[in-house]
């Protein structure tokens, strides 16, 4: 294709059936960008007939089908290699957009030449600022001092609470770690460099990895409130709450592993894996304790 003709944006969406939720995200996705925006869905697969309804409802739109869940990681790359914009919209099926939000996230990456990625103002259904949008990197400090509740003892402070910045005004924009693959958009340039997802992390953990290579590549990333975005997610059983911690905590070890651990003494690897496995096996039991844990998903 032309460069003329290309789309600025490609938003690739990964769906494991979420055949409704999916719909509604396509359809505000391309109701309310104000910029040319080519859709990528990559179904999982689904069996409840996402992908079918996906082409039927969006003709315009690129459905990869995958035979088999292989993971995160691996639909999103099957996705980069079909998207053609200049920069990619990681968005997930529970999101929905806002208008301009789409357009102030490109405008970042337009302006700031040195920016690799950009994070919105992700909010829950009920408007609380989802965390995930704009966090610290889990350093083996940070995630000893979530275990020990200093983090929450400290809320604004920056050594005990750098990875939720607390100490960061939500109404700023402001130099982030992470954003969250739920809604963040890339430079395809950066990507380029430093490569998109690594497989190795099943469901969780993509995203800070990604960013992590960005900013050791020299890239920036930058959270932008102007660009709002809304995530409701219902609440997960019980069992598959249990699954979500587990991939979740497993993709925080292997995160630790492959960027930190090697720089680390034997002793202090030891309490950082006590640290997350401790932290794990709490919320499980609280899982197990509250009538609603639905405020434990990951």
Known sequence: MPAADRPIVSAIIINKNSRDLLLG??????????IPVEAVVVDNASTDGSAEAAAAEFPAAKVVRRLRDAGYGRAGNAGLTVAEGRFILL???????????????TDLLLTRPDAGAASPNLQHADGRLDV???????????????????????PRSPRFNG?????????????????SVACLMVRRAAVDRVGFFDPDYYRYGEDIDLCYR????GWKIFYVPGATA?????????????????????????????????????????LVWAANWARFLYLTARVELLADPAELQP
């Open 230 to 270: 809304v995530r409701s997610r219902a609440p997960l059983p019980k069992g598959e709450l249990r699954r979500e911690l587990w991939e979740h905590y497993r993709s925080m070890w292997t995160f630790h592993h492959k960027h930190y651990a090697a720089d680390l003494p034997a002793f202090a690897n030891g």
């Open 25 to 34: 995200c396509l359809d505000c996705l391309l109701q309310e960008t104000d």
């Open 132 to 154: 995930a949008a704009r966090r610290g990197f889990p350093t083996p400090g940070s995630t000893i001092y979530t275990v020990t509740g200093l983090s929450q003892l400290f």
């Open 163 to 179: 990875h939720n910045m607390g100490h960061r005004r939500t109404g700023d924009t402001h130099e982030i770690d992470a954003g």
């Open 214 to 217: 960005l900013k050791a590549g």
């Open 91 to 105: 968005l997930d099926p529970t999101v929905a957009v806002e208008r301009g939000c789409v357009g102030r996230l």
